[in-house]
């Protein structure tokens, strides 16, 4: 099997995962995957394989070498974001991407007006969706190099190699994919995430993330009668609303600059729940960012009474740079790997996260390779072909570099 059908098999299971449920994995739907990919693992023919209650699993390639080299891993995720539809995925293969519009369904077109990023993969072989859902790369081209990886290495003997662990979680698009990870159980001395965008992409600064759920009571009147009695909670969800900077937005800020995003708003005269995300890569722009969310709710309690609005913000993840900065060669040996596989390093900071920024605030220092898959979460999702094994030869190239790293 290629790593091509290897993918278009991931695809046709629907692994969505769901932010307000309180089981684990967040739906039932993922541990059928789950079960495909662990028998999957068997007969690839890896060792120690097994998966948790929970949807977590672990294998191991097994060494063909005696030198005591350090053992790491590989980890992808294999839930798809609640932000689009992953049921029925209907992929299709543009060979030879000619740098013209894609036609995806009647009336959905992907336009290189629109995603430039498509003109940087003419002459490839593009992996799109029929415009209905997502495709689900995020993170399934992980999954699919890190499964064709330990294939290679096994097909190819004379490559000399360690031990190397293999993970793959669910429920990481809702930022809880490593909580329940076993860093103990997985036995690594470092690992990487094969969960970022196009080729060459190389991150270990992440954003600073908590979430901020703001409550607001209202109380209902006749709107006849309403003078003085009625407080109307849509219109102080609004008001709320207005109260965050402008230009402080996704759609406002790049680099290193930080935000305040509205997921949603459920509102009627009585109640309105807003659900915000809050990001920054610095650690004290970030705690004032959530100080700002509670001022804000101080000053609606301020005007409409004590109690009219709750803020509950919990942090969800931190910048794992300040765990990769002391253990810098976990870096070099991939900037190295790339450099021998052919492909350009592009460094950059992730404007959003990944389960290993909780996983080396877990001791496991993780930072995060490029899987291929670009414009996430949406039905203009694709993944050159080309990326894809490129991803894979990087993979395998770590693993023989690591087998001379000299601790």
Same mark, same amino acid.
């Given at each position: 099997?290629?790593?091509?059908?290897?993918?278009?098999?991931?695809?046709?299971?629907?692994?969505?995962?769901?932010?307000?449920?309180?089981? !684990?994995?967040?739906?039932?739907?993922?541990?059928?995957?789950?079960?495909?990919?662990?028998?999957?693992? $068997?007969?690839?023919?890896?060792? *120690?394989?097994?998966?948790? &209650?929970?949807?977590?699993?672990?294998?191991?390639?097994?060494?063909?070498?005696?030198?005591?080299?350090?053992?790491?891993?590989? $980890?992808?995720?294999?839930?798809?974001?609640?932000?689009?539809?992953?049921?029925?995925?209907?992929?299709?293969?543009?060979?030879?991407?000619?740098?013209?519009?894609?036609?995806?369904?009647?009336?959905?077109?992907?336009?290189?007006?629109?995603?430039?990023?498509?003109?940087?993969? !003419?002459?490839?072989?593009? $992996?799109?969706? *029929? =415009?209905?859902?997502?495709?689900?790369?995020? #993170?399934?081209?992980?999954?699919?190099?890190?499964?064709?990886?330990?294939?290679?290495?096994?097909?190819?003997?004379?490559?000399?190699?360690?031990?190397?662990? !293999?993970?793959?979680?669910p429920d990481e698009e809702i930022g809880m994919g490593a909580h329940h990870f076993d860093v103990e159980k997985?036995?690594?001395?470092?690992?990487?995430?094969? *969960?970022?965008?196009?080729?060459? &992409?190389?991150?270990?600064?992440?954003?600073?993330?908590?979430? %901020?759920?703001? /409550? $607001?009571?209202?109380?209902?009147?006749?709107?006849?009668?309403?003078?003085?009695?009625?407080?109307? +909670?849509?219109?102080?969800?609004?008001?709320?609303?207005?109260?965050?900077?402008?230009?402080?937005?996704?759609?406002?800020?790049?680099?290193?600059?930080?935000?305040?995003?509205?997921?949603?708003? /459920?509102?009627?005269?009585?109640? %309105?729940?807003?659900?915000?995300?809050?990001? #920054?890569?610095?650690?004290?722009?970030?705690? *004032?960012?959530?100080?700002?969310?509670?001022?804000?709710? &101080? &000053?609606?309690?301020?005007?409409?009474?004590?109690?009219?609005?709750?803020?509950?913000?919990? #942090?969800?993840?931190?910048?794992?740079?300040?765990?990769? #900065?002391?253990?810098?060669?976990?870096i070099d040996l991939v900037l190295k790997a790339m450099q021998e596989c052919g492909v350009a390093p592009k460094?950059?900071?992730?404007?959003?996260?990944?389960?290993?920024?909780?996983?080396?605030?877990?001791?496991?220092?993780?930072?995060?390779?490029?899987? =291929?898959?670009?414009?996430?979460?949406?039905?203009?999702?694709?993944?050159?072909?080309?990326?894809?094994?490129?991803?894979?030869?990087?993979?395998?190239?770590?693993?023989?570099? /690591? +087998?001379?790293?000299?601790?």
């Amino acid at each position: 099997m290629d790593i091509t059908e290897r993918f278009l098999n991931y695809t046709k299971f629907d692994t969505q995962s769901a932010e307000d449920s309180q089981t !684990v994995p967040s739906t039932q739907k993922q541990l059928l995957f789950a079960e495909y990919l662990k028998k999957e693992l $068997i007969s690839e023919g890896l060792d *120690d394989v097994e998966m948790d &209650e929970k949807g977590y699993i672990y294998a191991t390639l097994r060494p063909n070498i005696k030198e005591d080299v350090p053992v790491i891993g590989f $980890i992808s995720h294999y839930d798809t974001s609640p932000d689009c539809s992953g049921a029925g995925i209907r992929p299709r293969i543009v060979h030879n991407y000619d740098g013209s519009d894609i036609v995806l369904s009647e009336g959905i077109v992907s336009s290189p007006r629109k995603f430039p990023e498509l003109l940087q993969h !003419v002459g490839e072989d593009l $992996i799109v969706t *029929d =415009g209905h859902t997502l495709l689900g790369a995020d #993170d399934k081209a992980g999954i699919a190099e890190i499964v064709q990886a330990m294939v290679y290495l096994q097909e190819h003997k004379e490559i000399r190699h360690g031990k190397i662990r !293999v993970a793959f979680n669910p429920d990481e698009e809702i930022g809880m994919g490593a909580h329940h990870f076993d860093v103990e159980k997985f036995g690594c001395e470092w690992a990487y995430t094969m *969960d970022g965008g196009d080729i060459g &992409e190389l991150e270990f600064e992440n954003f600073n993330a908590a979430s %901020a759920k703001i /409550t $607001i009571k209202g109380i209902s009147v006749h709107p006849g009668y309403a003078k003085g009695k009625m407080v109307n +909670a849509n219109a102080l969800a609004a008001e709320f609303a207005k109260m965050l900077p402008e230009d402080e937005t996704p759609e406002t800020t790049e680099g290193y600059q930080g935000f305040y995003h509205l997921l949603g708003i /459920t509102s009627n005269i009585e109640q %309105a729940k807003l659900s915000y995300i809050i990001r #920054d890569h610095d650690r004290d722009r970030f705690e *004032d960012r959530k100080r700002f969310i509670l001022r804000c709710a &101080e &000053e609606m309690n301020k005007r409409y009474g004590e109690g009219t609005v709750v803020a509950d913000v919990s #942090d969800q993840y931190y910048n794992m740079k300040e765990k990769i #900065d002391p253990q810098m060669h976990v870096i070099d040996l991939v900037l190295k790997a790339m450099q021998e596989c052919g492909v350009a390093p592009k460094v950059k900071p992730i404007r959003g996260g990944t389960d290993g920024a909780q996983l080396s605030f877990k001791g496991l220092p993780c930072p995060n390779i490029f899987a =291929g898959g670009i414009n996430f979460h949406g039905p203009y999702e694709f993944v050159p072909i080309q990326t894809m094994e490129k991803a894979m030869q990087v993979v395998v190239k770590i693993c023989e570099l /690591t +087998a001379d790293y000299n601790n």
